[in-house]
Structures are given as C-alpha cells and as structure tokens.
Nanobody, 115 residues
Framework: QVQLVESGGGLVQPGGSLRLSCAAS????????MGWYRQAPGKQRELVAT???????NYVDSVKGRFTISKDNAKNTVYLQMNSLKPEDTAVYYC?????????WGQGTQVTVSS
C-alpha cells in the first residue's frame, strides 16, 4: 500500500516562498499523474497543480506563474515550489494521484500566509 507523506509547510509572510515535498513509499510516479491539492478552513479540497508521467504540468489559474510542480522519480517525491504567496493560499496541502485520488490521503502539511 502506497503511503504519502507531505512536508515543508509553515508560516510565511505574504510574498514569501515555501517548497513542499510529497514522499511516497512506492513506485507510483512512474505510472501515475500526480497532483497537489489544498483544503482551506471551511472549504472543499481543491486541485492546485498536476504533473504527468512525462513531466507535463498544469495549474489552476489562481497559482499560475507563482507555483511550480516537479518530481524526482528516483526519490519517489513530488515537489511544489510556491512563490509570491498570498493569504488566500493558506490551507492544508496534500498530494495524491489525479484525476482520481487512488491513494490513502496523507496528513497534509499546513501552509499559513500571514503578516
């Protein structure tokens, strides 16, 4: 069973940067499109960015030009570089497969953007 462990979150001021990591226990990146999702308080979980097997990336409009998704197949890790962070980016961030989240959700990593 694949386990996902997200890390790298924290408290950052508006305009700051964070790099999130998602480490998987199994070889899932070679076979799956992976995505970063986020869930803000009182809101539904939403997709933020995806990366395909071949490395093609896609982003929701609200993060285009600010976030970059990447992966390291050898390390079974997906990354999310977040720049120019805004208060509305505050959420718990998760990774999972896309379009169907096949794997058990990890605990997520909290990102708080506040001055």
């Amino acid at each position: 069973q694949v386990q996902l462990v997200e890390s790298g979150g924290g408290l950052v001021q508006p305009g700051g940067s964070l790099r999130l990591s998602c480490a998987a226990s199994g070889r899932l990146f070679s076979t799956s499109t992976m995505g970063w999702y986020r869930q803000a308080p009182g809101k539904q979980r939403e997709l933020v960015a995806t990366i395909t097997r071949s490395g093609y990336t896609n982003y929701v409009d609200s993060v285009k030009g600010r976030f970059t998704i990447s992966k390291d197949n050898a390390k079974n890790t997906v990354y999310l570089q977040m720049n120019s962070l805004k208060p509305e980016d505050t959420a718990v961030y998760y990774c999972n497969s896309y379009p169907t989240p096949f794997f058990t959700w990890g605990q997520g990593t909290q990102v708080t953007v506040s001055s």
